[in-house]
């Protein structure tokens, strides 16, 4: 499946984002997973969403703050972040897998092209 992430840009500390994973086909199928990098620094997985919706996972880095969710009937997922950090400034990247939620970026198959997310203190 093709994936495509949009939504990042430039936000103040406190602010709030909306990423969004578009896909090319159906979702119905396929566990997605929101992983992000920054400069120097290894990829990190952020949160993962079952197929059905019923599993999600959160890195504690993000816990309490960022939110994801799905509809499959628009073949898309959505990260909502809010209470943004600098720390949080990175590219944003959502990818697709089959079977259950993980954080672990390996298991995934299909990945998009990123989003730029940059917070500013």
């Known amino acids: 499946v093709q994936l495509q992430a949009s939504g990042g840009g430039l936000v103040r500390a406190g602010g709030s984002l909306s990423l969004s994973c578009a896909a090319s086909?159906?979702?119905?199928?396929?566990?997605i997973g929101w992983f992000r990098q920054a400069p120097g620094k290894e990829r990190e997985g952020v949160s993962s969403?079952?197929?059905?919706?019923?599993?999600?996972l959160e890195a504690d880095s993000v816990k309490g703050r960022f939110t994801i969710s799905r509809d499959n009937a628009k073949n898309t997922a959505y990260l909502q972040m809010n209470n943004l950090k600098p720390e949080d400034t990175a590219v944003y990247y959502c990818?697709?897998?089959?079977?259950?939620?993980?954080?672990?970026?390996?298991?995934?198959?299909?990945w998009g092209p990123g989003t730029q997310v940059t917070v500013s203190s």
């Open positions: 990818a697709a897998k089959s079977g259950g939620a993980t954080l672990a970026s390996l298991y995934y198959d299909d």
């Open positions: 969403i079952s197929a059905s919706g019923w599993s999600t």
């Open positions: 086909s159906s979702l119905d199928y396929y566990t």
